[in-house]
């Protein structure tokens, strides 16, 4: 691509405070427990910590960005359910009655939807961020998902949905997605980006029997033989989407605003891998909440180095698996404000 | 043994509601996310309707009991600590500065503590029941840990806790312990009642270096030899602890009671283990919580059949995973209760 073509430039990124994660350490040995005996929630401390330059860091008040976008390849047939679902889940988001809703409610986190590319118009709804770039992305198996305007267009409408959150107070940002044939198009950043088979990339997504899955995978191949590169900007681009491209916005705003990133399932971790490629100080800002039962997630987290904190074999998407990680990464960080140290324990033992 | 010396039976355990299991099944099979794509959680809520008895499983409020002991087989140089250090976490547990009330506090639970044998004497607390059987267990190197008599006041202890709890309002109950020296008691009920090589069941416990590992090792390996036998009752009593045998106790009363049993670590996966043996029925009312870091748990829950919620590297105990699994079950519960039909959705697309 000539330079020209992008409008859009990834952010520099802040250092981690590497000062905080090692007093952290410090004062995480020091607590009244074993030495390591909280495993990865030691580690979580002090990732937070790093990410957030405090040795007290914080996960209380946190927020779910729910992007959600179509996709022109569900015309080809990659996807079980038609486009017409995307809306009606969002109304049901917005109705409070989707999945999300029920775990955000349970671990106590504020959802918030933004519209990078609904199909269809959506009524107004306080949650609800109508920040449509278009009505969809166009069929990447025909041609490129978005202009190249369109896809800065996305990255920045992330970008200001954290803004906003972070504006709000929020300490911690969560990534979920709702968009009809959305695990489509994961599939083949993950083939272009991870690097990966593609055969090894594409899943049964939302449901596929034998014959639609066959239909996805000919529709996939057709898209990446029409565009070979592998430009983290034009991957994004050329194979969508919107609400994807807006994700990987999100990821990159809340690392340059110190917002630790919880990492939902495959379409998520899709966007931040399109991030990390697009930005690789990305990386150590994210975490990664669960290893989804979608084929491909698995290799799409070794390629980013990442280890999954939950394996609970979810494969819906919405955030869910990102809420249900929230208990844990505050867990990690009141066992930093609130547990004595082994010192006074001994002195009373 | 013969039948006199035994003043403890196990619990006739009500039946799984089945009816329930199976109308939940189709309920959640109906709500709006593709078919089985909430993984464990769609089992977890099947589970939880089966053992209360209703399509409407509920797992708001839950008692973490944490039920603390001592072990003689401590002055045998089984643990790296002293064995004063079971009082004094207490006090800071009662103080509210532990790893377990810092996560309790995050997830929403209530922690008692039940002394069902520690060695010294502890002040009375509102959060605690003194309901000592005796100051710590005889050394299970040398000799039976505790008398039947004592061992069944152990049990009864337990059971006392949990109907205290659901008389209170629990509709989940969530074990826990703290006592030093008892991840040699929960090795030694490994190797008999797994059953399991003993070389294959002991580990570093709290942060055993090799050469105290290996003082552990040799004395598990005299107090193995001093008794050969594995009927339930008498593996617990023979090797302890005080705080286990009350753990299995309270594990029995929950199910009789309906309450699902949330299992944390090692010692309280031992506890249940030796429950299971005595009362084969009691399985499928445990939820085991997070795979321990202990080893030896992986083995013992093996053993069990049963696959961990969380596997977070943890090995802390005090129901520190269990806690960290509360959110998951209500989550579960909150799916089934809140979550719109995937048929409104079509309807609506």
């Known amino acids: ?124 709804h306080p949650s609800l961020h109508g920040w449509k770039v278009r009505p969809g992305t166009r069929s990447a198996v025909r041609e490129p998902a978005m ?77 990446a033989r029409r565009w070979s590169g592998d430009d983290p900007f034009e991957v994004l681009r050329q194979f969508g989407g919107l609400e994807i491209a807006a994700m990987a916005g999100a990821a990159l705003a809340a690392a340059a605003a110190r917002r630790p990133v919880v990492v939902d399932g495959f379409i998520s971790t899709a966007a931040v891998l399109a991030g990390v490629r697009l930005q690789p100080a990305l990386l150590p800002f994210c975490i990664f909440a669960h290893g989804s039962a979608e084929k491909g997630h698995r290799l799409m987290l070794e390629r980013l180095g990442a280890a999954p904190l939950l394996g609970l074999g979810m494969r819906l998407g919405e955030g869910t698996g990102a809420a249900l990680a929230l208990p844990v990464l505050r867990s990690a960080a009141a066992m930093v404000r609130d547990v004595a140290s082994l010192a006074e324990v001994l002195g009373q033992a």
């Not at 990124?13 to 909280?38: M, N, Q």
């Not at 976008?69 to 679902?85: K, L, N, R, W």
């Not at 990255?155 to 709000?168: I, M, Q, T």
């Open 147 to 223: 202009t190249a305007d369109e896809c800065a267009q996305a990255l920045a409408c992330g970008a200001k949905a954290v803004e906003r959150a972070v504006a709000d107070g929020a300490e911690i940002v969560a990534l979920g997605e709702m968009g009809i044939g959305n695990t489509a198009a994961a599939s083949l950043l993950l083939h272009r980006l991870g690097p990966a088979a593609l055969e090894d990339s594409i899943g049964r997504g939302a449901g596929h029997d034998a014959a639609g899955l066959e239909r996805k995978r000919q529709a996939l191949v057709a898209a």
């Open 1 to 124: 691509m000539t330079p020209d073509s992008r409008t859009w430039t990834a952010p520099a990124l802040p250092p981690l405070d590497h000062d905080a994660a090692a007093e952290l350490r410090r004062l995480i040995d020091g607590k009244a427990k074993p030495l390591g005996a909280l495993g990865r929630l030691e580690d979580l401390a002090v990732q937070l910590g790093a990410i957030q330059a405090t040795t007290a860091p914080r996960a209380e008040r946190a927020a779910i960005l729910l992007f959600a976008g179509d996709h022109g390849m569900v015309e080809d047939g990659v996807s079980a359910y038609p486009q017409a679902v995307t809306a009606a889940m969002v109304g049901m988001i917005l109705d409070g009655r989707a999945t999300i809703n029920a775990f955000a409610r349970t671990v106590g986190a504020e959802v918030r939807v933004i519209d990078a590319g609904v199909a269809t118009d959506l009524p107004r």
